[in-house]
């Protein structure tokens, strides 16, 4: 039943890929959803992206080991989407994509290429224990041996 539901999702995730992929003509299509995404939409999106593997499964242990001394971990993370929310409106102006580019806009290319050494870094970690987290979930839920879930061989 699990696998039949997974496969449904799959299959439902392709067909909203489809129909979306028809109204993307610009690159602001493409990445920023032509900049026109509401408020509410947008926190929604940025609470999808943030609530990944590291908060279902990574705040969840924490929380269990350490108790409610485990909520600075989500009050971090609260404290910086308020920030961005703050600076939202400034740094949509600017019409950039990534911290990289507006780095090069304050400073120069330099920066930028040192700016997305640590998004990279950074980036290569999240991938890393969100495959750890598939493999876990795999596991728990159908008996699949961890390391083959999470890194197949």
Do not use: C, H
Not at 38 to 67: D, I
Not at 137 to 150: A, F, K, P
Request: glycine fraction near 12%; charge should be positive.
């Amino acid at each position: 039943m699990f696998l039949a539901g997974l496969i449904g999702y799959l299959i439902f995730l392709l067909v909203i890929g489809y129909f979306a992929s028809k109204k993307v003509k610009t690159s602001d299509d493409f990445l920023v959803a032509g900049r026109s995404l509401t408020l509410p939409v947008l926190v929604g999106t940025l609470t999808a992206t943030w609530l990944g593997a590291g908060t279902v499964v990574g705040y969840a242990s924490l929380s269990y080991e350490n108790g409610i001394g485990a909520f600075w971990w989500v009050a971090g993370g609260l404290l910086g989407i308020s920030i961005m929310l703050i600076l939202a409106r400034r740094l949509r102006r600017l019409g950039l994509y990534t911290v990289p580019d507006i780095l090069e806009l304050r400073y120069n290319s330099l920066t930028r290429i040192l700016g997305a050494i640590p998004v990279i870094l950074a980036y290569t970690a999240i991938v890393g224990y969100q495959i750890k987290a598939v493999g876990y979930v795999l596991q728990i839920v159908m008996n699949i041996d961890e390391s083959i879930g999470s890194f197949p061989r």
